[in-house]
């Protein structure tokens, strides 16, 4: 089994001092990776930019040139949250293109399964407005890569980070060549994903909202995965699976109010390694969204890397244990998310 990564310190270049979204976070990840003696079992792939084909799939142009303007211009915000520093137009432009290499690699077979270690984030990212601490949408970029060139009908997309892919949601939403699973905090920022928005047109169906209320964590996201995600990804059947890999649900991230542990993302990158495994050969490809507190953030990556390397083998390491108080029930949410679908 040979388990790649993509990294390139462009992605460092992108950062505001005292903003949650910071260089610290992949600094933390790569420390805690070479720590462990992680890097020199992983296989490197290069990132390259994005080329304004791939992504203008899924950007208008006058977004792109936007971006690019304010970069030039010396940096700005799009939104309140959302910065733009001189570096962050070729940061982000090479955040979209190293995940689409991530998906080639494994599409091509160089690899077996990958995890795209990319700033800035991009689940949020609309294709003409930037949000969220997001500019451009690199797992919906990486999708359209994977069906417009590779010749793929069905990607799915499992969205696991607290806050809704609302960017993913808005490209994929009338087309069902995209199943997009999400579960996250609600109702939290942006506001959307209500269990009711199931797609649009040709899309009905394949837009799988797991809307919950803060303090479900590890036994709830367990059910979950059992009972909606493997469910709705054995219908859906597909050929690649993509996963915006947040860390913020974590117990003690400060954006969000979740109680997953690090076990909890653990159990999480096992069962999707294994559907995987299961529906289209292994090929998986994670991609990093968000993930605000540094540890819960490097050990999070460090023991999905394990699982995707290891599967079974790997000894799950945790210095923050469980969390400290209980958990929500989930029975009211799959109910609901199944009725919706017509599954129960
Ligand atoms: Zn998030």
Same mark, same amino acid.
């Given at each position: 089994?040979?388990?790649? #990564?993509?990294?390139?310190?462009?992605?460092?270049?992108?950062? @505001?001092?005292?903003?949650?979204?910071?260089?610290?976070?992949?600094?933390?990840?790569?420390?805690?990776?070479?720590?462990?003696?992680?890097?020199?079992?992983? +296989?490197?792939?290069?990132?390259?930019?994005?080329?304004?084909?791939?992504?203008?799939?899924?950007?208008?142009?006058? #977004?792109?040139?936007?971006?690019?303007?304010?970069?030039?211009?010396?940096?700005?915000?799009?939104?309140?949250? +959302?910065?733009?520093?001189?570096?962050?137009?070729?940061?982000?432009?090479?955040?979209?293109?190293?995940?689409?290499? %991530?998906?080639?690699?494994?599409?091509?077979?160089? *690899? =077996?399964? +990958?995890?795209?270690?990319? !700033?800035?984030?991009?689940?949020?990212?609309?294709?003409?407005?930037?949000?969220?601490?997001?500019?451009?949408?690199?797992?919906? *970029?990486?999708?359209?890569?994977?069906?417009?060139? !590779?010749?793929?009908?069905?990607?799915?997309?499992?969205?696991?980070?607290?806050?809704?892919?609302?960017?993913?949601?808005?490209?994929?939403?009338?087309?069902? %060549?995209?199943?997009?699973? /999400?579960?996250?905090?609600?109702?939290?920022?942006?506001?959307?994903?209500?269990?009711? =928005? +199931?797609?649009?047109?040709?899309?009905?169906?394949?837009?799988?909202?797991?809307?919950?209320?803060?303090?479900?964590?590890?036994?709830?996201?367990?059910?979950?995965?059992?009972?909606?995600?493997?469910?709705?990804?054995?219908?859906?059947?597909?050929?690649?699976?993509? *996963?915006?890999?947040?860390?913020?649900?974590?117990? =003690?991230?400060?954006?969000?109010?979740?109680?997953? /542990?690090?076990?909890?993302?653990?159990?999480?990158?096992?069962?999707?390694?294994?559907?995987?495994?299961? @529906?289209?050969?292994?090929?998986?490809?994670?991609?990093?969204?968000?993930?605000?507190?540094?540890?819960?953030?490097?050990?999070?990556?460090?023991?999905?890397?394990?699982?995707?390397? =290891?599967?079974?083998?790997?000894?799950?390491?945790?210095?923050?244990?469980?969390?400290?108080?209980?958990?929500?029930?989930?029975?009211?949410?799959?109910?609901?998310? @199944?009725?919706?679908?017509?599954?129960?």
């Amino acid at each position: 089994m040979a388990t790649g #990564y993509v990294y390139d310190p462009i992605y460092l270049e992108h950062d @505001l001092r005292g903003h949650p979204e910071n260089q610290q976070r992949l600094k933390s990840i790569l420390r805690v990776l070479e720590q462990r003696g992680l890097l020199p079992r992983l +296989t490197s792939i290069d990132a390259v930019p994005i080329s304004r084909e791939r992504l203008e799939r899924v950007h208008t142009a006058r #977004y792109i040139d936007q971006v690019q303007r304010v970069a030039a211009q010396g940096g700005g915000h799009l939104d309140a949250d +959302t910065y733009v520093r001189p570096a962050s137009y070729d940061a982000a432009l090479m955040a979209a293109g190293g995940l689409v290499e %991530a998906a080639r690699a494994v599409l091509d077979g160089e *690899v =077996d399964n +990958t995890f795209a270690l990319v !700033r800035p984030p991009g689940h949020h990212a609309l294709s003409n407005r930037g949000m969220g601490f997001c500019l451009f949408n690199n797992v919906a *970029v990486a999708a359209r890569y994977a069906l417009a060139e !590779r010749g793929l009908d069905r990607v799915l997309i499992v969205d696991f980070d607290v806050h809704h892919g609302n960017g993913t949601q808005d490209e994929f939403e009338a087309d069902p %060549a995209v199943m997009l699973i /999400s579960t996250h905090q609600y109702p939290y920022y942006p506001g959307t994903g209500h269990w009711s =928005d +199931t797609g649009t047109g040709p899309g009905e169906g394949s837009m799988v909202n797991v809307p919950l209320a803060g303090g479900v964590g590890d036994e709830g996201f367990r059910r979950i995965l059992a009972e909606v995600v493997m469910p709705a990804a054995w219908r859906f059947q597909p050929q690649l699976i993509l *996963v915006s890999a947040g860390y913020d649900a974590h117990w =003690d991230d400060p954006l969000a109010y979740m109680q997953l /542990s690090i076990d909890g993302y653990t159990a999480i990158a096992r069962a999707l390694k294994d559907l995987a495994g299961e @529906l289209c050969a292994g090929r998986l490809v994670f991609t990093l969204e968000g993930g605000y507190h540094l540890d819960a953030l490097s050990y999070g990556v460090l023991n999905t890397f394990g699982v995707l390397l =290891d599967g079974e083998a790997w000894q799950v390491v945790d210095p923050l244990g469980p969390s400290p108080r209980g958990e929500r029930p989930v029975d009211d949410v799959i109910a609901r998310v @199944l009725v919706a679908h017509g599954w129960s």
